[in-house]
């Protein structure tokens, strides 16, 4: 069979050059495809070079800030805005322990799966705005170019950054984290490590990806359940008796979770790996984007 040789049309180049990217990379770059489509447009005033709109003068507005050239063809003053194009630098992290590498069912991705993707699809849209990123645990310093994204994917892959909650070192003051995981572990314990985040003024954001199956416990009947991390196992004669108890129980750690955050000016999301991953992307690139300063 003949070569077909080097690609010639830049469709058949950007083909090939797909072929080679993570399968990861991919569908996080459709899911950020999608959701910057609904943040488009979504500008804010700020210092910056890119001319925005011009508003009326009002009192305590600098006279420096007054456009003489549009105001002089109306009687009114007129100030001149640009866009705000301060960039920040943002580090995230996926918690990789063998928790997360669970699913109740086939056609649900694996929490660890959801979490990656999310990850790196906030990255893309952190990007696309200027901003720098990096993976906690890496050592990788931030970075915007457009080969950053590609880098993080593969360490992903290859199991890169570390599985335990990362520590603050390596991340200057007021810098911004998002750390992503299933946040099983007792609140006191995330909240210990967050006030480690906070005590050097970096803010940040918890992103709870769980099972469906972990928040309804759908289970009926004889059901032995199996740690994942050296808990053990347990038989439960008639799983569906523990449902009540069960969801008490988690609404008292998503609300210690949530306090947790609240308590060092950090923000709490919860997300279901069978909903779209869309939804999840939305509320935190808002919420970054929100960040004071801004």
Do not use: C
Not at 87 to 105: E, I, N
Not at 189 to 196: I, K, N, P, Q, T
Request: hydrophobic share 40%; net charge positive; proline share 7%.
């Amino acid at each position: 069979m003949r070569d077909a040789g080097p690609p010639r049309t830049p469709r058949q180049r950007a083909e090939r050059a797909a072929t080679g990217l993570p399968p990861l990379l991919l569908a996080a770059e459709r899911v950020a495809a999608t959701v910057a489509q609904g943040v488009h447009g979504r500008r804010r005033v700020g210092p910056g070079e890119t001319f925005w709109q011009y508003r009326e003068y009002t009192a305590g507005d600098p006279a420096a800030s007054i456009d003489w050239r549009r105001s002089a063809r109306s009687d009114r003053l007129f100030v001149r805005q640009t866009e705000w194009e301060a960039a920040q630098s943002v580090w995230l992290w996926r918690d990789g322990s063998p928790s997360m590498a669970w699913r109740s069912r086939e056609t649900l991705p694996t929490k660890r799966e959801r979490a990656e993707l999310l990850v790196l699809a906030l990255m893309s849209l952190m990007i696309r705005a200027g901003e720098r990123v990096s993976l906690l645990g890496t050592g990788a310093a931030p970075s915007a170019d457009q080969g950053t994204l590609a880098r993080m994917a593969l360490m992903l892959e290859r199991g890169g950054a570390t599985d335990d909650l990362p520590e603050p070192g390596g991340v200057p003051r007021y810098g911004q984290v998002v750390l992503v995981g299933d946040f099983l572990a007792e609140p006191e314990a995330v909240l210990e490590r967050v006030r480690a985040f906070a005590g050097r003024a970096v803010g940040g954001h918890l992103v709870q990806v769980l099972d469906p199956a972990e928040e309804d416990l759908p289970y009926r009947g004889r059901v032995r359940f199996q740690g994942l991390e050296g808990e053990g196992s347990w038989l439960a004669p008639r799983a569906e008796t523990l449902r009540a108890a069960y969801d008490t129980r988690m609404a008292a750690h998503r609300d210690g979770l949530t306090a947790a955050a609240q308590r060092v000016g950090w923000q709490f999301t919860r997300h279901r790996t069978d909903r779209p991953p869309e939804t999840a992307l939305l509320a935190l690139h808002t919420a970054l984007q929100a960040r004071p300063g801004r």
